[in-house]
């Protein structure tokens, strides 16, 4: 038996998310598992690192399946990229060892949020961006980022409602950067609640355009009350880059 | 009576090119223009500075139009991306002289080219660039691209049949830059013939990818034979970035 890593890239826009919903056709992982089980007369299930949400993108969402195939992995990734459709590429794929596993070997993972940041929006970003016109004070988002990184319970910025589980979470770090209008947000933690970074964005956002103060966030902190903190921001802009794994 | 200017964006991927077909939908112009006419309760013509093809992307297309209505610049750009669909955008509005046409003034445009350049295809470019998975020699390429710049009868370089038409054109410079595996090639001229740019680019690819060599060129602009140039590659890789205008 043969345990498959791969590395996948999409464009979210047309896909429920990542993960399958029944017979459904519209999501990432139905669309590989389809391919991947025609293509070597098994049933294939495939194993992600994590959901991503409907409309959410990925540059490196990872996966693996167990097959006993013999095909070569050039052969198999060729198979992969000729029939899926187009906004889905594997853009890898390995063998690994047996015990590998893409949830929960994950140790970390790299997300990107992107803006659009001027008065009109763009006909090529819109997809793939949210369109934010307000002028925006670079310099106190920064601020404002650096208080979420470090280890925070993040209950007030996630959708979860208060629960046994815990809202600790540790961000490694957040990076703003500018490529002209269109501005990347980056994040590296080691793992992120339901709608946590669209939460920190809304709320970034809202004090890069004076609608919230830099204070407002500790005190969220403090009350775990979510509807102090900022909107949720859409799906669209957000980008899985890549999943950090311990050594197998 | 007004006169204005405006420079539009789109993404051409859903139309049919820019120049309205009867009352098809399906064209940049007539989105446009159907919103202006509502707009202004006269009938809008737009001149385009040209043409697009049919999924050809624009960064920078130019427009005018004449009309009698006396919104404020502000309000018309406002109302035009209320109401155009996402993948059109007005970047700028503006009056001009009554005697300015975004045709006959444009002394030279700028198109760019993008190829993506890798053995697996990109899901977030596909409509945007060509994908290219040839190891291609850039170096090559320069030279190629600089045999096409200056003043030559590229009658072998367009799909036009002989005729009394001239087909001497001159282009200013062909830049190739990369971002990645994202490759540009940015052309400047005063004016092209159809389908020049990507023939030339056919070309130029042919030769990166050592199927052609460098003075297959000079023999094709001494025998004006389009079928010895290379393949005219795709729509979706061009962008008409900017136009040019003389002082009005």
């Known amino acids: 038996m043969r345990n498959i890593k791969m590395t996948v890239e999409y464009d979210g826009a047309r896909y429920l998310g990542w993960q399958r919903l029944g017979d459904s056709d519209k999501t990432v992982q139905g669309k590989i598992e389809n391919i991947l089980s025609n293509m070597t007369g098994e049933e294939i299930e495939i194993v992600g690192s994590g959901r991503t949400d409907a409309g959410t993108h990925a540059h490196g969402q990872v996966a693996n399946f167990k097959t006993e195939s013999v095909m070569t992995l050039e052969a198999m990734q060729e198979h992969l990229n000729r029939y899926l459709p187009r906004d889905i590429v594997v853009k890898e794929v390995l063998d690994v060892p047996d015990r590998f596993h893409a949830r929960y070997h994950a140790i ?26 307000d002028e925006l004070n670079y310099s106190l988002m920064h601020q404002a980022s650096q208080k979420f990184v470090g280890r925070h319970d993040f209950l007030g910025f996630s959708s979860l409602k208060k629960s046994k589980k815990s809202t600790v979470r540790t961000i490694e770090s957040i990076k703003i950067i500018e490529h002209g209008n269109l501005v990347q947000f980056a994040f590296v933690g080691e793992g992120f609640l339901y709608n946590q970074i669209r939460i920190i964005m809304g709320t970034i956002l809202a004090i890069g355009a004076g609608r919230m103060q830099l204070e407002d966030i500790d005190a969220i902190f403090t009350s775990g009350i979510r509807a102090q903190a900022g909107e949720t921001v859409p799906a669209h802009g957000l980008f899985l880059d890549e999943v950090y794994y311990e050594e197998v």
């Open 108 to 133: 970390s993972k790299k997300y990107s949020y992107y803006i659009w940041n001027n008065t009109v929006p763009s006909a090529f970003e819109r997809n793939r961006s949210f369109h934010v016109s």
